[in-house]
């Protein structure tokens, strides 16, 4: 028989044990859940129903207004109800709203979809990192969590790699399949996160959701650095969703097929897989100096999209993917680490709010600028937006992570 340590009980090892399967499983659900066929098709889709890249950018606004609407609330559900029932909600409301976007003729139908899914992500957001980030603190690994959140990284760009793939040569059968298998798949991971154990909270509650939601506010506003590093990763994460409305335009309008689109999709993830694979070495080697060069290599391949009109340009698109995946488990990690866990989601919800307004305002406008203009009018729009934003974010932020 192996002795206890000191201090340690059954349960507390059998806590443990849960956690470090919830790991385990957590892997293959984030696989299942990120192959996501439907993305590298959806804005083709949308134009073979005939709407324009403008009503499509609209479709992208619905979907950041709804998760505005339903992101906080979600998150204090999360936080005081428990983030296994959050996760379940999520992958049911996604399958529902993508059935709905396979079938629908109309744009009411359209944005009715979009709006579901809209619930579906505000579930979802914040609730993986708490979820994570608690399962490793409950077996005593929280240390372990950004080489963690770096495989869980790595898995969601292999599984888009291979959605995209997938996603081409069924798209080139009928644009609608990848969205109908995509649904199918969200379907079928419901039993799979009823084999989650949730984790427990160590830090006490609010009573009332109102007054949780005022905590959460009041601790971000007691903790600059918190609000600067969201204020931060909300600005990238607008920006690097924005783009994705624009490379299926642009890789078409060099004359690509839709079959060799998913192929490059493929490789642009893999780019990903390898920035999500660098971000935790790269990080302990160099530090904080990797969080100020990442927004200047991101706005330098804007330009390179907005200024260079050649299939070259199509390097830029995995510099940026390789940024996306690089940066998120980084960020994350620092996040995690300065928030405490019973108001964690809801924290983590209040900088996806911030990325909606964002989104919501902006992506109709980029539409409409590449309607009017070009994709390369709206390239060199986003890359001098980027650079404002980070000028004004990253005095500050650097001031923060030096005193802490």
């Not at 996760?87 to 944005?111: D, N, P």
Request: aromatic residues 12%.
């Amino acid at each position: 028989m192996i002795p206890l340590k000191m201090g340690a009980t059954y349960d507390h090892l059998e806590a443990g044990r849960g956690m470090r399967s919830n790991i385990r499983l957590f892997y293959a659900y984030i696989f299942l859940n990120r192959l996501e066929m439907w993305l590298p098709v959806v804005v083709l889709f949308v134009q073979d129903r005939g709407f324009s890249l403008a009503q499509y950018t609209t479709l992208d606004a619905v979907w950041y207004v709804s998760t505005l609407v339903f992101e906080v609330p979600t998150g204090v559900v999360t936080d005081r109800y428990g983030k296994k029932t959050s996760l379940l909600v999520a992958a049911a409301l996604q399958s529902c709203s993508l059935f709905i976007l396979a079938f629908a003729h109309t744009f009411l139908w359209m944005v009715f979809s979009y709006v579901l899914w809209g619930l579906a992500s505000s579930f979802e957001t914040g609730t993986i990192d708490a979820f994570v980030y608690d399962s490793l603190k409950q077996a005593d690994k929280e240390e372990e969590y950004g080489s963690v959140r770096s495989r869980i990284t790595t898995l969601t760009l292999l599984a888009a790699a291979l959605g995209s793939v997938t996603a081409g040569y069924l798209a080139g059968v009928r644009l609608v399949l990848p969205i109908i298998l995509t649904a199918s798949i969200a379907l079928l991971l419901c039993p799979v996160i009823l084999f989650f154990t949730e984790p427990r909270v160590s830090d006490v509650r609010e009573p009332s959701h109102l007054l949780h939601v005022r905590e959460s506010v009041r601790y971000l506003s007691g903790h600059r650095l918190v609000a600067l590093l969201i204020v931060y990763s909300a600005g990238l994460a607008t920006a690097v969703w924005g783009l994705h409305d624009f490379y299926q335009p642009l890789l078409r309008s060099f004359a690509i097929p839709v079959e060799r689109i998913g192929v490059l999709y493929l490789l642009f993830r893999l780019s990903g897989v390898v920035g999500a694979r660098l971000s935790d070495p790269v990080y302990r080697a160099v530090g904080n100096v990797s969080i100020y060069l990442i927004p200047l290599c991101f706005a330098a391949a804007l330009f390179c999209l907005g200024f260079l009109i050649t299939p070259w340009v199509i390097l830029c698109v995995f510099i940026i993917y390789f940024i996306e995946g690089f940066y998120y488990p980084i960020i994350n990690a620092i996040l995690n680490r300065n928030l405490p866990s019973g108001k964690r989601a809801t924290i983590i919800s209040l900088g996806s709010v911030l990325s909606c307004l964002m989104g919501a305002v902006l992506y109709p406008i980029l539409g409409n600028i590449a309607d009017l203009f070009s994709l390369q009018t709206t390239f060199k729009v986003m890359g001098w937006g980027m650079l404002i934003c980070m000028s004004v974010v990253l005095p500050p932020l650097r001031r923060k992570m030096r005193a802490s």
